[in-house]
């Protein structure tokens, strides 16, 4: 069993145990589940950095990358900062993350906002809803075409954008539909972790130009998105580099005054 498996297997019994706690009804009596929702799409289409910052405190990958900061003060850094989106990672046993992060987050700041999350139910993208998401993430790796497609239809009729991430080309095959906003690509092997930015190089062919090119992971430097514009690359989305240092707003700041 992978690391992938393996979080796919918590988060069934995970999801499973909230819909036991919290019925679906409630979810869309939140406060925020009304509110008008920001496109990242279209930022990221009429932005000339591209850049999607995350709230990351830890990852399989590399244990604690900064369990210092406070989501607000991120948040608020990162908009300072000028980016396009903030990707927000709920998931707790893994990364430890939090749906109160996301909530945080959205009390702090006017940024398009990504619930970055291993989606396998329709009640996450409630919950996104709920929590005050403008984006989900579907991961092509976990789902089949069938919930891909279920899971984004849904989605966009709740206002929200899809990304979908993709790791090679039959997942990219599988997955192309309307119902999606921003193909990503994900330039970390699932089951190695090894990265390489020529993922996303050979993949960018085969995505057609209706849907905004994000690339993700392994992105630390500014040569490394000089690289991949040529590609059609639209959407960066960059995590551990900035949080892993004191100040994330700030880093992510100095990076985009060099693009």
């Known amino acids: 069993m992978n690391i992938l498996d393996k979080i796919v297997a918590d988060k069934r019994l995970e999801v499973n145990l909230k819909k036991s706690l919290i019925p679906m009804s409630q ?42 900061l ?11 900062a000028g980016v396009c989106g903030m990707s ?9 993350g939090a749906l109160d992060d ?5 009390a702090s700041c006017n940024l398009p ?7 396998i139910d329709e009640y996450q993208i409630l919950e996104a809803r709920a929590y005050g998401a403008d984006v989900i993430l579907l991961i092509a790796a976990i789902l089949t075409r069938a919930e891909i497609k279920k899971f984004s239809e ?13 790791h090679n080309e039959d997942e990219l095959h599988k997955s192309i ?6 193909l990503g690509v994900n330039n970390r092997n699932l089951k190695t972790f090894d990265v390489s930015l020529d993922i996303s190089k050979s993949l960018s062919e085969l995505i057609p130009n209706e849907f905004v090119k994000v690339s993700e992971s392994g992105i630390s430097t500014i040569d490394a998105i000089k690289e991949l514009h040529p590609y059609g690359y639209q959407g960066f989305l960059i995590g551990e580099n900035f949080m892993k240092t004191d100040n994330p707003g700030e ?5 985009i005054n060099l693009l």
């Open 88 to 96: 927000v990672l709920t998931d707790l046993k893994y990364f430890g």
């Open 102 to 106: 996301l909530l945080l987050a959205r």
């Open 251 to 255: 880093s992510a700041k100095e990076f």
């Open 113 to 119: 906002l990504l619930r970055k999350e291993f989606i």
């Open 154 to 166: 849904f989605a966009k009729s709740l206002q929200l954008d899809v990304l979908l991430e993709v």
């Open 177 to 182: 539909m309307p119902s999606l906003d921003m």
């Open 70 to 80: 406070n989501v607000q003060d991120v948040a608020r850094g990162y908009e300072n």
């Open 27 to 68: 979810l869309e009596q939140s406060v925020l589940f009304e509110r008008k929702t920001t496109s990242l799409a279209n930022k990221l289409r009429n932005s000339s950095s591209g850049i999607i910052a995350e709230h990351k405190r830890r990852s399989p990958s590399k244990s604690t990358i900064n369990q210092n």
